[in-house]
């Protein structure tokens, strides 16, 4: 890594001060307040000027110019069906009620999650219509979304390693199918830093109504080894979002700002004494980040804040997508003021929890695609319209897909499938109305161009200026990655 | 997969069984010519379908399932499930046969199509012929495990981490007027070769400071401050040391820096998080063990193998804890069942290396270790010691940390009661009752007698209690797997079958009869010798047949008949389905009538080993007769007089006159069939067990071992076996590719015993539950001598060098390998190490060999030119700043507030309001408490070896907002009130000296009364009539937060 040369001002390796130095530690920030006391020479104050700002959420260059600043991933929670959203596969209604064995003899009872309730191959309960520009076959699921494929980059051919929600989850997020590694957005905000110093650079938001957390609960938004400043900030959807934001009640700002001017006139004075050690000055400057924080995060968050069209934009208010017009909102709200990684979830746990569409396909899809389709397709619309499209990386997808059989229940469902997911990319660096691999003609396997989740991490990092194969930690004796030792850029979806 | 399987062996077992010696003695006379016909066969069709078929998957590519049928041998020897490939001569018998014709799962070829008719036949009348070969199916590499042979060389071995521990000299220096230990002259003779000098002494009252925080994780009180720069004695300090290492918070400090080592958490982590509810014994033994000052080696012994060194001392088996503290996935599907072991092994394994030796084996899973000597072969030899090991919960004599007072004195009361109500009922209605009874008794009672077995005669894993029935109750932790050997004496001749009983209790679970947690057991072997009292002759076995029983749970697996076919093991007697919470019994005919003139003694052995564990028989009886089997009934309808007892009634009922004694024992068993008299007995045999919870209690412990109980898991319905007998060496870490068992070994770059392996390897005496291989592990691995000992010893010494003085002579803990920075100071390592072993593994004389050198003690004074050569301080020429870790900064709080409940031990909460120390947060891994994940705690997932410590503002946001610390800053107000009245002035110095330990100077304390005064009078303009206390516990709020109060210089 380049960033490795970077050498701070006041003798620490750069290990010791990315672990130690602050949130926007400001060395900078802290040279001028230090300054102002008094307490550094000029010559020093100089040398701590000229320097590149420290800290493990300092904004940190990029290995060759990004295409994003950002990224907003809409994670659909559960798995959804290739078939029944962007993968047209007229061939289903020809095979509809025959056995999948007979098209493709590998497979087995035990490809998807439950081998007692394997059914024959099943047509899409929806209708496809050509949309855009491009001409993309587009589900009856998506009448908002539909306006906007010529936005889309559509991957076709992924595949995935397990058909188990949870593998499959970390294997999306993380690269590894299992628990413990960093995922997307640590890695992110590891190697980019934050844009801001007055919000959290990596935001999560959950399933708000009720519906649980997706399979792995907080490990999903990990920083595994690194640090754990780099795991996702879960909003909760219940009370305050964020711990600790909310001054305690008895006390006005006045008399917290009060009791702040105390407490930092009392640090500035014992730093007096310990003038070389970087750390006591980080939590001085941190002390006043912190107060901003209290009034910036909350800004953010405040969706209350938007104009009424923009409320009807997104669906706010509207029963069976307010939330996730919420949410969407909130996103745009935090990444234009400089917040790195957004995941939002569609869908909590399992079963009909989530897009996990074992039973009944054509309800649990219906259901979920009214509570997502208007707010995603606003937030394409109001991302365009304020020129942060070009520079926010907009990515939908799941951590598998789903059988093109049905799965027996009383309304029939399908089961998940490894073999095949379609996902699509939106915004910065993204060539729009582009779609990339192909699977077979049920949408059973991807067969053309396949794409390994390391090819979409690789590709996710290349947008956001990241080599793949450059960003590394070093970790219990060797040096590990978001793609392990694989991983290609999808040049073909890149504009 | 499990029954089906089962099912499966048990028919091979049969087979072979019998028709096996027969085979071996006379060979089929065609047995040439049928061997020509098969390897032509095979030639021309077979070898065509198996290599298009099978041997991509079993023996080409791949070898799954360690199935290789490329040859005759390996498909003779079949693959892991121990089942031959063929039985050579027996098409349907045949396991190849019965998977491709779909007779047994799985159907093969695996996701395609069925084989066609003619290469059906093909393949049948090959086996037919006796499968021969005519060569192998593909041309192998010469080594199935090419892929694994990096050799370890001798060039390997200079490294200086896998050399034997030196004996290194503290150097002499000249003009050393500073060094206080040989550790200060290592350090300082570093120094001088770069032209540093160090820091004195710091003052006292730091000092005192700086002990307690490091050694006890709390501050010192004022006094003990005041107390200690006041001290005359020149012994003062060693004093100190000595006081806080005998403070049992010393344990909760050191414990918690293990857990970072030992990735300890207290939930599954994955899909669901389940909390494991009896984790937290693993933390107690670690606490317990630092401040017992357990020897280092023993310390990781137990870790790794407490259940072997010492199954008998619950604190070793608390130790084992550590083997699956690691994280599990709760959702399975059968294809991940296997790579979720490996994983599981892996991190078993793993994080027992990085732990105690610091080397990082887990990169040779898929490949030879790129950095360091371990080669992929040695990986899955280490890892096979822990092919056996799951996660238990077992019942230990553990006090739980929870008994309420006064619960031993209320049961004693009501057990008193229950007993007079009983005697009473003896003394006032028993003998009436009885007098009727045997004047009813019309004839000879019963066919049956019961056979009671003396105290004497019973041999069982459990405690099997003698009841008044004659029946036996087992008693107590119920053992996974137990054995019971009942030896009874009888006169009686002609005896034609065997009964036995299993009877209800309340005792048991859902009242039994079996002692698993549904009330089932399933008895899967039965066994009847006989001898001659007068020992004439040796015993002999009875032949049983014929069993008959008043419920059985089915057909075939878990019959009566069951108990008698040729598993012993997994196939048995069982009642659930309809049997639960009645009374059953089972008759078995006797091959021939048994009896020996001058009596006859008769051993049972009834064998309880099924996989679904702790299914043993909770009451039984056992009878005989001399009745014609057939027609016996299996019940009758009176209650039944054992023997002795069927005597005495006889004679009473004929007018008789028997002896106090045998009238009384007549009476008792008389009163164990009324009704009324057993509720009674019940209800004070439930208080009894009770009052033994009271006084011996028991707590169900997490454990790591083998043999035992497996904690149940979601896939357990879909078969998930939770371990597999055997380790394979895994091409790329893949299950899909094994190549060939990998036996227990050790890593060739730290063995160095001239007889190798079998210097640790140890067989497991007769009996044992375990495998020994932890065991031997454990052995090789602190063994200074011959194996990974001195390397131990270094990593251990470097870990205690790292707390004290803020980074390791190593500085990547958990990594001592070739990518591992130099030491900055190899000899002193070396010496401390050595001092180490020498000292008998002490932990605590380690801490005191550091904190009273020079280098520990000294100032953290800043200097420009010496910090120009050294600026990151590697060489200590000064004491490098340290902000306190998250447990001691929320425990400092709680303390100085005067709100900390010093209770040690016991289950953990999630509660954030909590005020017990830090370290008994329930650690459940997707909801770390929030003030340990804001101050750094590495996320439990993987062993840390290190702890950053990160400055960021949701830090700044917890001082200033968060409720809790907002509840210490009240308490400390309360307190500062309490100790200085009204007056601001005295109110700020006692805010000082509690918080910080010393007096405020006279600008601070002009800044806090103008902020006390000010934020009173805001406080009082709103309305407040509190606002002086408001006002105080901003301050106090103040004091937590200043830099002063989390950093120790």
């Known amino acids: 890594m380049p960033r490795q040369q970077a050498v701070p001002a006041v003798g620490w390796t750069r290990r010791e001060l990315f672990e130690r130095a602050g949130m926007g530690l400001g060395l900078v920030g802290l040279a001028g307040l230090l300054h102002r006391q008094g307490l550094l020479g000029a010559a020093r104050a100089a040398n701590a000027d000229a320097s590149p700002r420290g800290g493990p959420l300092a904004t940190r260059p990029t290995h060759f110019p990004a295409r994003a600043r950002s990224v907003i991933w809409l994670f659909i929670n559960g798995g959804p069906s290739q078939v029944d959203t962007w993968d047209y596969k007229p061939e289903l209604a020809k095979w509809d009620g025959r056995e999948l064995s007979e098209f493709d003899e590998s497979f087995s009872k035990f490809t998807g999650f439950f081998a007692d309730a394997v059914g024959q191959v099943m047509k899409s309960p929806f209708t496809f219509q050509r949309q855009g520009q491009c001409g993309k076959w587009v589900s009856s699921l998506f009448p908002h979304l539909a306006r906007h494929v010529d936005k889309m980059a559509f991957i076709h051919s992924g595949y995935t390693a397990s058909n188990n929600h949870s593998p499959a989850l970390f294997m999306m997020q993380s690269g590894a199918p299992r628990m413990g590694f960093p995922c997307v957005g640590s890695w992110l905000t590891y190697g980019l830093g934050a844009e801001t110093e007055n919000l959290p650079a990596f935001v999560v938001m959950s399933d708000p109504r009720g519906r649980g957390l997706p399979k792995g609960n907080s490990l999903n938004w990990s920083a595994g080894f690194l640090p754990s400043i780099y795991q996702g900030t879960w909003l909760k959807p219940k009370g305050n979002p964020i711990d600790n934001l909310q001054r305690p009640a008895h006390m006005s700002d006045s008399q917290q700002r009060r009791l702040m001017d105390l407490l930092q006139d009392l640090n500035v004075d014992h730093a007096r004494h310990y003038e070389f050690e970087p750390e006591l000055a980080a939590r001085i400057e941190n002390f006043e980040l912190a107060y901003r924080m209290q009034f910036s995060a909350p800004e953010a968050l405040d969706v209350g804040a938007e104009p009424a069209h923009i409320h009807q934009l997104y669906g706010v208010g509207k029963p069976e997508c307010d939330h996730v017009a919420r949410q969407c909102l909130i996103a745009r709200r935090l990444v234009e003021r400089g917040t790195r990684c957004v995941q939002i979830y569609s869908g909590g746990m399992e079963n009909q929890l989530s897009w996990d569409g074992h039973n009944d396909i054509q309800g649990n899809h219906a259901g979920f695609a009214a509570e997502t389709d208007q707010p995603i397709a606003a937030l394409l619309e109001d991302l365009a319209q304020r020129g942060l499209l070009d520079e926010t990386l907009v990515i939908w997808g799941g951590e598998f897909g789903r059988l093109p059989i049905a799965q027996k229940a009383q309304k029939p469902g399908r089961d998940h499938n490894p073999h095949a997911f379609t996902c699509w990319l939106a915004g910065g660096g993204v060539n729009g109305g582009a779609s990339y691999g192909q699977t077979d003609e049920l949408g059973y396997k991807s067969v053309v161009d396949r794409v390994s989740v390391h090819d979409l991490h690789a590709t996710v990092l290349h947008l956001m200026g990241i080599d793949h194969q450059r960003l590394t930690y070093r970790y219990s004796g060797r040096d590990f990655r978001l793609t392990d030792v694989a991983g290609n850029v999808i040049d073909q979806i890149l504009a | ?1049």
């Open chain 2, 1 to 1049: 997969m499990g029954s089906r399987l089962s099912t499966f062996l048990l028919a091979v077992a049969l087979g072979t069984g019998s028709a096996a010696p027969a085979a071996a003695a006379d060979l089929d006379p065609a047995h040439a010519e049928k061997m020509a016909a098969g390897r032509k066969l095979f030639r021309d069709q077979v070898r065509g379908i198996l290599v298009k078929n099978c041997v991509r998957c079993h023996g080409g590519e791949e070898t799954q399932s360690a199935f290789d049928l490329t040859t005759r041998e390996g498909l003779l020897k079949g693959g892991e499930y121990e089942v031959p490939g063929v039985e050579p001569g027996n098409a349907d018998d045949s396991w190849l046969y019965q998977l491709v014709t779909h007779v047994e799962e799985p159907k093969m070829p695996e996701e395609a199509s069925k084989l066609r008719p003619e290469q059906l036949a093909h393949l049948r009348a090959w086996i037919e012929l006796g499968a021969p070969y005519d060569g192998p199916l593909v041309e192998k590499a010469a080594s199935a495990v090419a892929w694994t042979e990096r050799e370890v060389t001798a060039e390997d071995r200079q490294y200086w981490a896998f050399q034997p521990l030196r004996d290194a000299k503290p150097p002499d220096l000249a003009d050393d007027t500073w060094s206080r230990t040989p550790v200060d002259r290592f350090v300082l003779e570093r120094m001088r070769r770069d032209g540093l000098q160090p820091n004195p002494s710091a003052d006292r009252r730091l000092l005192v400071r700086r002990a307690y925080l490091d050694l006890i994780g709390l501050p010192p009180a004022p006094e003990e401050v005041e107390a200690f720069e006041q001290d005359p004695d020149p012994q003062a300090y060693e004093k100190l040391l000595d006081r806080l290492l005998a403070s049992p918070h010393y344990g909760e400090r050191w414990a918690r820096h293990w857990m970072d080592v030992a990735r300890f958490a207290e939930s599954e982590g994955g899909e669901h998080d389940y909390d494991r509810k009896y984790a937290y014994h693993y933390r107690d033994f670690l606490i317990q063990a630092f401040n017992r000052d357990l020897p280092y080696d023993q310390f990781v012994k137990w870790q790794l193998a407490g259940d072997e060194f010492a199954p008998q001392d619950p604190l070793a088996m608390m130790a084992t804890g550590f083997l699956t503290a690691g994280t599990f996935p709760t959702q399975l599907t059968e294809r991940e069942f296997e790579q979720a072991r490996y994983d599981q092994l892996d991190d078993m394994a793993g994080t027992a290396a990085v732990a105690f030796l610091g080397l990082t084996v887990g990169c040779a899973r898929c490949h030879d270790h790129k950095f360091d000597p371990i080669p992929a072969r040695d990986y899955y030899r280490f890892v096979a010691h822990f092919t056996t090991t799951i996660r238990s919960e077992l019942q230990l004599p553990v006090a739980p940390g929870g008994e309420r007072p006064g619960a031993a004195e209320q049961h004693r009361g009501l057990l008193a009661q229950r007993r007079a109500e009983r005697e009473r009922f003896e003394r006032e209605q028993l003998p009436a009752l009885f007098q009727t009874y045997v004047a009813g008794l019309g004839r000879a009672p019963g066919d049956w007698e019961l056979l009671e077995v003396p105290p004497a005669g019973i041999q069982a894993a459990t405690r099997l209690a003698p009841q008044p029935d004659g029946s036996l109750l087992a008693e107590g932790p119920v053992p996974a797997l137990d054995e019971y050997t009942l030896t009874v004496r009888t006169p009686r001749k002609g005896m034609t079958a065997l009964r036995l009983e299993a009877l209800t209790h309340p005792s048991l679970p859902r009242g039994g009869p079996g002692r698993a947690p549904n009330g089932n057991f399933c008895l899967g072997d039965i066994g009847l010798t006989a001898a001659p009292l007068d020992g004439s002759q040796p015993p002999v076995e009875v032949a049983l047949r014929d069993p008959r029983a008043t419920h059985q749970q089915n057909k075939d697996a878990l019959s009566a008949a069951a108990s008698l076919d040729a598993d012993p093991n997994n196939t048995g007697w069982a009642v659930d389905f309809g049997g639960i919470g009645r009374d059953q019994a089972v008759l078995f005919a006797l091959d021939t009538p048994v009896g020996f003139a001058g009596g006859t003694e008769l051993k049972v052995t009834l064998r309880f080993h099924h996989f679904n564990s702790r299914h043993a028989i909770g009451r039984l009886r056992l009878s005989i007769t001399s009745a014609d089997p057939s027609t016996v009934p299996l019940v009758s309808d009176r209650p039944e007089p054992p023997g002795n007892v069927a005597a005495v009634l006889r004679t009473l009922r004929a007018g008789g006159q028997v002896d106090g004694a045998a009238l009384g024992a007549a009476q008792r068993w008389f009163a164990a069939t009324l009704p009324e008299w057993r509720e009674l007995t019940a209800a004070i045999e439930k208080l009894e067990r009770k009052q033994a919870a009271v006084d011996v209690p028991t707590t169900t412990v997490q454990v790591g071992s083998e043999g035992v109980p497996k904690v149940k898991h979601h896939a357990d319905g879909r078969g998930y076996p939770h371990f597999y007998p055997e380790t394979y060496y895994l091409k790329r870490g893949d299950p899909s590719q094994k190549e060939g068992v990998a036996q227990p070994g050790f890593l060739q770059i730290l063995t160095s015993a001239p007889d190798a392996e079998r210097h640790w390897s140890l067989d497991p005496p007769p009996g044992a539950r375990t495998s020994y291989r932890r065991r031997a592990l454990a052995e090789w691995m602190t063994d200074i001598d011959y194996g990974a000992g001195p390397l131990a010893a270094r990593v251990m010494v470097n870990r205690i060098w790292q707390q004290h003085l803020g980074r390791g002579i190593v500085a990547t803990a958990n990594d001592f390998g070739h990518q591992a920075p130099p030491p900055t100071h190899p000899e002193l390592l070396e010496w401390l190490a050595a001092d180490f072993v020498r000292g008998g593994w002490r932990i605590k004389a380690l801490h005191k060999r550091i904190m009273t050198s020079a280098v520990y003690l000294q100032s953290s004074d800043w200097d420009a030119e010496r910090a120009a050569i050294d600026p990151e301080n590697l060489l200590h020429w000064r004491r490098s700043v340290r902000r306190l870790e998250a447990e001691a900064i929320r425990d400092q709080m709680l303390a100085v507030s005067g709100q900390l409940d010093a209770k040690l031990y016991g289950p953990g909460t999630r509660d954030e309001a909590m005020r017990r120390r830090s370290i008994y947060f329930f650690l459940k891994r997707s909801q770390v408490p929030t003030i340990l994940q804001l101050f750094d705690l590495p996320e439990p997932l993987v062993s840390q070896g290190h702890r950053p410590t990160t400055t960021i503002a949701p830090q700044a946001l917890l001082f200033m907002n968060n409720p809790q610390v907002r509840t210490c800053a009240s308490g400390l107000a309360s307190r500062v009130t309490a100790a200085a009245g009204p007056s601001d002035d005295a109110a700020v110095a006692a805010a000082y000296r509690l918080a910080l330990g010393r007096a405020p100077t006279g600008e601070e304390l002009r800044r806090n009364t103008a902020f006390l005064t000010g934020q009173a009078e805001s406080y009082r303009a709103g309305g407040r009539a509190d606002a002086r206390e408001l006002a105080l516990a901003d301050l106090c709020q103040v004091m937590f937060s200043l830099n002063e109060f989390v950093f120790l210089p």
